[in-house]
Structure formats: structure tokens, C-alpha cells
């Protein structure tokens, strides 16, 4: 028995680690780019991170689709991994704040 308990620890710890790097990996860190004012998407960051504004922004461009207007994350952003915004980014959330809110 007492050979196999370093076995059984090592696989424990293991798995153990595995799943926290598997937590974390879903979470894309803190937002860079809305990190003031009140808009939606800035309280959604202070609040929860980059994944709850992904979330929002997510739901915001299907709200806007619903409503029968095209949005699309390459759009706004140069690129989905640092969300860079282009250009016009600004000026087109407005737009979508907008066409999400039309009921």
C-alpha cells in the first residue's frame, strides 16, 4: 500500500492542476479598452472582466440582428485576441447601443 500512495497523490495533484488551468483559460482577463464611462460594455468589464463583455456584446449585436440590423465583431475590432478597435469602432457602438435598444 505505501508505494502506491506517492502514485496516488501525484495523480490527484495532476488532475487537480489540470483543472485549474482549464478554469482559467476561459477567462480572457481584465478589459483594456472600456474601462470608463457608462456604457453597457464599461460596466460589464468593471463588473465581470472581459468575458462578461464579450457576453454583452455578443448579445447586443443578436439584439441588433433580431431588430433587423448587421453587426459583426470584426467591425469594430482589428483583432478578436487584443480587441483593438478600428477607426470608426466608436462611432458604430453607438450605432449598436441603438439598434439593440429598437424594440
Not at 35 to 61: F, I, S
Request: hydrophobic share 40%; aromatic share 8%.
Amino acid at each position: 500500500m505505501r508505494t502506491r500512495f506517492p502514485t496516488v497523490v501525484f495523480i490527484v495533484l495532476l488532475f487537480g492542476f489540470g483543472a485549474l488551468g482549464v478554469a482559467s483559460a476561459g477567462d480572457k482577463g481584465p478589459c483594456k479598452i472600456a474601462t470608463k464611462g457608462e456604457t453597457p460594455t464599461a460596466k460589464a468589464c468593471a463588473t465581470g472582466g472581459r468575458d462578461a463583455a464579450w457576453k454583452l456584446m455578443k448579445d447586443m449585436v443578436r439584439q441588433a440582428k433580431d431588430n433587423g440590423q448587421k453587426f459583426t465583431c470584426e467591425g469594430c475590432h482589428k483583432d478578436l485576441d487584443s480587441y483593438e478597435l478600428t477607426k470608426n469602432a466608436k462611432a458604430d457602438y453607438k450605432k449598436l447601443e441603438a439598434a439593440a435598444a429598437k424594440k
